[in-house]
């Protein structure tokens, strides 16, 4: 069989589950999520050994750093993914929810009704923790899905593919609700994006290569983002202490994530102080720094920044860094070269605060935290699938609500229209 033929056999599969799934009730989904925690945690050595291995020939194809980082799974990662799915078991089911009815003029009542979205196709590299997050959501969202997951973690991901389908037998659900790819060949990807009759959208995760190839050649609908370009903005009202603080955490907690932040915004009333004190703990990191001139002149060490240095994602030990002589500016300078992800500002100034949430253009806007904060775990989704940067339908992490949909009801007593 073709490539090709297999993943339009796995779509079939996949819309014929999607019938199944959309009328599951809360109770079977749960219970499918709750099984699959248990299987995780009782196949914890050979989930680890598959990913030993995975790891092993990773580092031998040379992969660089940042991805190994996504790759590795330890006990702690593992007891997280079960903890994840026993997570979303709690969250309030979406399917069904009615909202926003009105009374008409002529008798009838007008509402909505939340929806799965169908299939959902999850492209995604490295991390196979991707691989419970997203058939968790979609099994609570009553979506089948398709995982076609990184090469590198092929043995990993195979093993969760049958763990999870274990889990929905058991809860007499469709195992072919969630499918994974059992193949590396390239061409699957071209084709399942491309299969408009079996998939109802894409979610890419992974580097800027491949959601800019799926963003180009996708024929099904896609909720993606291509750059974590994220920024803290120092205001000279902040409480230098959690300036400081929040801006080594969101460079430095970790390196290789799209929430970290690549720029360091200063204002120049505050940018002596809190540089000096930055410049001490990014250094006792490795951090390269790259700065604007001014920057340069309070650090003598730092390397001059480029106009390239303001549009990239280092996913690297490297922060560029600009002082500013405003809000306005600093704005002004997020809206243009970052890449509406996640930018914060730190300020004890109310009004300033409020200005920032307002006009600063991301999916994701903070006040007073780091921008590793932006995370649908963290956020309270459960998990996520993804982040979106998109404006229409899903923005920001994309958790249950965000892989559904909503048609209007419409309820009568016999009325007609004349």
């Known amino acids: 069989m073709s490539i090709e033929d297999q993943i339009l056999a796995i779509g079939k599969k996949a819309r014929a589950a999607a019938v199944y799934m959309a009328?599951?009730?809360?109770?079977?989904?749960?219970?499918a999520l709750?099984?699959?925690?248990?299987?995780?945690?009782a196949n914890k050595a050979a989930l680890t050994e598959a990913n030993q291995e995975d790891l092993a020939q990773a580092k031998a194809n040379g992969l660089e750093e940042a991805l190994l980082d996504r790759l590795a799974l330890n006990d702690k990662a593992i007891e997280t993914m079960a903890q994840g799915l026993e997570q979303?078991?709690?969250?309030?089911?979406?399917?069904?929810?009615?909202?926003?009815?009105?009374?008409?003029?002529?008798?009838?009542?007008?509402g909505k009704m939340r929806v799965p979205?169908?299939?959902?196709?999850?492209?995604?590299?490295?991390?196979?923790?991707v691989t419970v997050d997203a058939a968790g959501?979609?099994?609570?969202?009553?979506?089948?899905?398709?995982?076609?997951?990184?090469s590198e973690a092929f043995r990993c991901n195979q093993a969760l593919a049958a763990i999870v389908a274990q889990g929905l037998e058991a809860a007499g659900l469709p195992a072919d609700a969630v499918q994974v790819i059992d193949t590396t060949d390239r061409a699957a990807v071209g084709t399942l994006i491309t299969m408009t009759e079996y998939v109802d959208v894409i979610v890419p995760r992974g580097g800027k290569g491949l959601i800019e190839r799926i963003s180009r050649d996708a024929k099904v609908p896609v909720i993606k983002h291509l750059d974590g370009i994220c920024h803290v903005f120092i205001d000279e009202s902040a409480n230098m202490t959690h300036a400081v603080n929040?801006?080594?955490?969101?460079?430095?907690?970790?390196?290789?994530?799209?929430?970290?932040?690549?720029?360091?915004?200063?204002?120049?009333?505050?940018?002596?102080?809190?540089l000096a004190e930055l410049a001490v703990r990014y250094a006792a990191k490795g951090v390269e720094?790259?700065?604007?001139?001014r920057t340069m002149a309070l650090l003598p060490s730092v390397k001059a920044a480029t106009e390239e240095d303001w549009n990239t994602e280092y996913l690297a030990p490297i922060l560029s860094i600009k002082v500013v002589d405003s809000l306005d500016e600093a704005i002004a300078h997020i809206n243009k070269y970052g890449s509406h992800h996640t930018d914060s500002i730190v300020t004890e100034n109310h009004s300033?605060?409020?200005?920032?949430?307002?006009?600063?253009?991301?999916?994701?806007?903070m006040v007073n935290a780091s921008t590793r904060f932006a995370d649908g775990f963290e956020y309270g989704l459960g998990a996520e699938i993804g982040i979106s940067t998109d404006k229409i339908h899903a923005r920001g992490p994309v958790g249950l609500e965000g892989l559904t949909s909503q048609k209007y009801v419409v309820f009568g007593h016999g009325e007609i229209r004349n």
């Open 23 to 31: 009328k599951a009730n809360t109770h079977a989904k749960n219970q």
């Open 34 to 41: 709750l099984e699959t925690a248990k299987l995780i945690r």
């Open 88 to 110: 979303i078991a709690q969250l309030p089911d979406p399917i069904g929810e009615m909202t926003d009815f009105k009374n008409r003029p002529s008798g009838i009542q007008v």
């Open 117 to 129: 979205l169908g299939v959902i196709g999850i492209i995604y590299e490295s991390r196979p923790n």
């Open 137 to 150: 959501l979609c099994i609570k969202s009553g979506n089948s899905t398709i995982l076609r997951g990184g």
């Open 246 to 274: 929040i801006a080594e955490n969101a460079k430095t907690h970790r390196y290789g994530t799209c929430n970290t932040m690549e720029t360091l915004l200063v204002h120049t009333h505050v940018a002596k102080p809190a």
């Open 289 to 293: 720094l790259r700065g604007c001139k």
């Open 352 to 365: 300033h605060a409020m200005r920032f949430v307002r006009e600063v253009d991301s999916a994701s806007v």
